[in-house]
């Protein structure tokens, strides 16, 4: 996918779940997201802190995880969202959403990964149903695939092969797994809410994915 086309689809999704976002309670700003000792307004702080990253906090960020960089996002997205309010973290959607900023050492298709996969961790517990553009989803599906950390998902899923039934991508070899594509993104990111989409003789392989 052209650099290009990755920031288009970038913009639309940030501007599309902060649409969601707005019309959100209190009390589902609160709900714990599908990320592990997130609320969803911690998803929703960290999606849009990307193109507000700067290296030296960043760096004093790291210092205080003692180098731990899964310790580090999580504390960075409970400490923005503690800090800032609905209403403040909607007006930097509305600020950020066309931004090209990213951090230091990740490409244009990290920042559509994270709001593609992220926007699910905050619709799936809340019951919204939140569509995933496919062709977007391939792409970041390819991603996942060739990036080795945080994922390893070549590792996770040695002896399978997924394969998209909506769109044409498939990776891997072995026992055949099957699914939409946007269920498959999810999956080799580690959200197994998904298994139910999937079907195929690689499902029985799924245990600790």
């Given at each position: 996918?052209?650099?290009?086309?990755?920031?288009?689809?970038?913009?639309?999704?940030?501007?599309?779940?902060?649409?969601?976002?707005?019309?959100?309670?209190?009390?589902?700003?609160?709900?714990?997201?599908?990320?592990?000792?997130?609320?969803?307004?911690?998803?929703?702080?960290?999606?849009?802190?990307?193109?507000?990253?700067?290296?030296?906090?960043?760096?004093?960020?790291?210092?205080?995880?003692?180098?731990?960089?899964?310790?580090?996002?999580?504390?960075?997205?409970?400490?923005?969202?503690?800090?800032?309010?609905?209403?403040?973290?909607?007006?930097?959607?509305?600020?950020?959403?066309?931004?090209?900023?990213?951090?230091?050492?990740?490409?244009?298709?990290?920042?559509?990964?994270?709001?593609?996969?992220?926007?699910?961790?905050?619709?799936?517990?809340?019951?919204i149903r939140r569509l995933m553009p496919p062709e977007a989803a391939r792409a970041a599906a390819d991603r996942i695939?060739?990036?080795s950390f945080p994922f390893k998902a070549r590792r996770r899923f040695a002896?399978?092969?997924?394969?998209?039934?909506?769109?044409?991508?498939?990776?891997?070899?072995?026992?055949?797994?099957?699914?939409?594509?946007?269920?498959?993104?999810?999956?080799?990111?580690?959200?197994?809410?998904?298994?139910?989409?999937?079907?195929?003789?690689?499902?029985?392989?799924?245990?600790?994915?």
């Open positions: 996918m052209r650099t290009e086309e990755i920031w288009t689809y970038v913009e639309a999704e940030r501007v599309s779940l902060a649409e969601l976002l707005a019309g959100l309670t209190a009390e589902q700003w609160r709900t714990p997201s599908l990320c592990p000792g997130w609320s969803v307004q911690d998803v929703a702080a960290h999606v849009i802190s990307s193109p507000q990253a700067r290296v030296l906090p960043v760096v004093a960020g790291m210092v205080r995880a003692r180098g731990d960089f899964n310790r580090f996002v999580f504390d960075e997205a409970r400490r923005a969202g503690a800090t800032y309010s609905p209403g403040e973290i909607l007006a930097q959607y509305d600020r950020y959403a066309g931004s090209r900023r990213r951090p230091v050492g990740t490409v244009p298709m990290d920042p559509l990964l994270d709001v593609l996969i992220h926007g699910q961790d905050i619709a799936v517990p809340l019951g695939w060739v990036k002896g399978v092969r997924l394969v998209a039934t909506d769109v044409d991508w498939s990776a891997g070899s072995g026992a055949e797994l099957r699914g939409p594509i946007a269920a498959l993104l999810q999956l080799l990111s580690g959200r197994t809410h998904v298994t139910p989409q999937l079907t195929g003789s690689g499902v029985s392989h799924l245990t600790d994915r």
